[in-house]
C-alpha cells in the first residue's frame, strides 16, 4: 500500500488516548486518515445541525413552489429571499464567481447549473436543487431532486435509483471504516441498475468550510480512502447518468456541468455525521 500522508499526530511526551491509539493503528498500516481538525467538536456539530435544519426548511419552501412554467431563476430567488429571512448566507453566491444562491441542474445538466430568467421548467423535466446554507459560520449542504409533471419510465427510475444509491453509500459507511466503502456501494447499486456513475466529481468535508477533505468518491474498492471517525462531518452526493458516466463543462459559462452523451443524469445529496453508531443525516 502507498504511504499516505501522515495526519495524526500526538506532541511527544504526551499520552496516548483510546482515539489516538486506535487512529495511529490504521496510519501505521498506511491507511489515510483524518487530521484532527475533521473531527468536529460537539458545538461545531450542533452548528452544523442548525444550518442543516435552514437548509432543509429552503428545500421544502422550493419543493412547495416548484412547477411546470417556473424559471430557474424564480427558484433562485426563493432560495436567496427565505435563506436570507431566516438569518442565513447562501453559501455558493460569489464562491469562486458563481454568481447564484443554488444551483438547478435539469435533465442532462450533472450539476452547478446556473438559474437563468430564460430557463422554464417543462413537463417531464427532472431537475436536481442543490442548496448550501451558511448559518452562524456553519455550512451545510443538500440537495433533492424534482420531477416536473409527469415523466418517462426511465428518468422516473433514473431519480429513484440515485436517491438509493445515496442511502446505500450512507448506510455502507461505519465508525472506523474507510471512504472507500461508500463509493463501492453505491457504484454497485448503479451499475446493477444500468447506470454509469460520473467520476469527476465527489462528496467532500464540509461543516466549517464549503469544501473541506475527505473527497468522498462515489465509486471505488471498499477498505480504501480516508478512515471514518465519529466527529467527521461530510456529504455524500452521487451523480448517476443513464448513459456514460463521462461529462463536459459547458465553455461559455465555466460552470455548468454535461453528460457527453447528453443523455439524463441525477444527483441527490445530504450532510451527513459520523457516529459511534454510525451515519446521522444533518440535512433533515
Ligand atoms: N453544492 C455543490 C456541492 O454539493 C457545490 C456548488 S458550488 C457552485 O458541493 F459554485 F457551483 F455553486
Ligand atoms: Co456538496
Ligand atoms: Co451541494
Known amino acids: 500500500m502507498r504511504r499516505n500522508k501522515i495526519n495524526w499526530r500526538v506532541p511527544k511526551g504526551q499520552e496516548l488516548t483510546e482515539l489516538d491509539k486506535k487512529i495511529l493503528f490504521y496510519q501505521d498500516r498506511g491507511h489515510l486518515v483524518p487530521t484532527r481538525e475533521l473531527i468536529k467538536t460537539p458545538e461545531q456539530i450542533e452548528g452544523i445541525r442548525k444550518s442543516g435544519i435552514l437548509n432543509t426548511a429552503v428545500l421544502d419552501k422550493v419543493a412547495e413552489e416548484i412547477r411546470e412554467g417556473m424559471s430557474t431563476a424564480e427558484i433562485d430567488k426563493i432560495v436567496y429571499d427565505y435563506t436570507t429571512s431566516h438569518g442565513g448566507i447562501p453559501a455558493t453566491l460569489g464562491y469562486e464567481g458563481y454568481p447564484k444562491s443554488v444551483c438547478t441542474s435539469i435533465n442532462e445538466v450533472v450539476c452547478h447549473g446556473i438559474p437563468s430568467e430564460e430557463e422554464i421548467l417543462q413537463e417531464g423535466d427532472i431537475i436536481n436543487v442543490d442548496c448550501t446554507t451558511i448559518l452562524n459560520g456553519y455550512y451545510a449542504d443538500a440537495s433533492r431532486m424534482f420531477i416536473i409533471g409527469k415523466t418517462t419510465p426511465e428518468k422516473e427510475k433514473l431519480v429513484r435509483v440515485t436517491k438509493e444509491c445515496m442511502d446505500l453509500g450512507a448506510e455502507a459507511a461505519k465508525p472506523f471504516g474507510f471512504v472507500g466503502d461508500i463509493g463501492h456501494a453505491i457504484e454497485k447499486h448503479a451499475k446493477k441498475n444500468g447506470f454509469s456513475v460520473v467520476r469527476d466529481l465527489c462528496g467532500h468535508g464540509v461543516g466549517v468550510e464549503f469544501h ?5 468518491l462515489h465509486y ?35 460552470w455548468t456541468v454535461v453528460t457527453e452523451d447528453e443523455l439524463p443524469s441525477a444527483q441527490w445529496e445530504h450532510t451527513y455525521v459520523m457516529t459511534e453508531n454510525g451515519l446521522k443525516i444533518l440535512t433533515y
Open 212 to 216: 473541506e477533505e475527505p473527497d468522498v
Open 220 to 254: 471505488g474498492r471498499k477498505g480504501t480512502g480516508m478512515l471514518l471517525v465519529p466527529g467527521m462531518v461530510f456529504t455524500i452526493e452521487p451523480m448517476i447518468n443513464m448513459g456514460t458516466w463521462e461529462v463536459f463543462i459547458d465553455e461559455e459559462d465555466g
